[in-house]
């Protein structure tokens, strides 16, 4: 049984790869919460940490600077930014079997998974997702973060059951990298 295939007389499919996005936004905005306020306040100080923060959750996951100042950023401090991410495996918070970056992985392994099992789409598409997949597994091993399975996530294999979780796990954890 397929992916979607279980979604299906449970839950609205779409609705729930929506679901899972917004937990992803969460976490992102939870990983670099506390990053900026709980390693490179310290580190750099208040003027420099979300620069900071922003560019190893980039790097991180993958993601290309959000713009020019970003950009700017990054290549002036790349070589840095890349050794500053090889140190989030020293925080568990973020990286051990219930950290905030194990999990965005894991969420966004699980999106993509979902996406390229959606009716209608493109053998490019799924194509994309599947690499998608691979590099965030490769990232996640080359800077030492754990990505959970779904047997990690929760006690199902239901996919309802395992983005409800990390729904829940998003929430809490938001609350947790921007308490003081």
Do not use: H
Not at 58 to 74: D, H, K
Not at 86 to 105: C, D, F, N, R
Not at 122 to 146: D, W
Request: hydrophobic residues 40%; contains cysteine.
């Amino acid at each position: 049984m397929g992916f979607l295939s279980k979604l299906l007389g449970r839950r609205d499919p779409v609705e729930e790869l929506k679901n899972l996005e917004d937990a992803i936004n969460i976490l992102s905005i939870s990983v670099f919460g506390y990053l900026q306020k709980k390693v490179y306040t310290a580190k750099f100080g208040s003027d420099e940490a979300a620069s900071w923060a922003m560019a190893v959750s980039n790097t991180m996951t993958l993601s290309p600077p959000g713009n020019e100042q970003a950009r700017i950023f990054y290549e002036n401090n790349e070589d840095q930014i890349w050794q500053e991410a090889l140190q989030i495996k020293k925080y568990p918070e973020l990286s051990g079997i219930t950290g905030g970056a194990s999990y965005l992985y894991f969420a966004k392994c699980y999106f993509a998974t979902g996406m390229k099992t959606l009716p209608n789409i493109g053998q490019e598409k799924k194509s994309m997702y599947a690499s998608k997949i691979m590099e965030l597994e490769e990232r996640a091993a080359q800077l030492g973060i754990f990505v959970p399975s779904y047997k990690d996530i929760c006690d199902s294999n239901n996919p309802s059951d395992v983005v409800g979780y990390v729904c829940l796990f998003a929430n809490e954890f938001i609350k947790k990298s921007m308490a003081g």
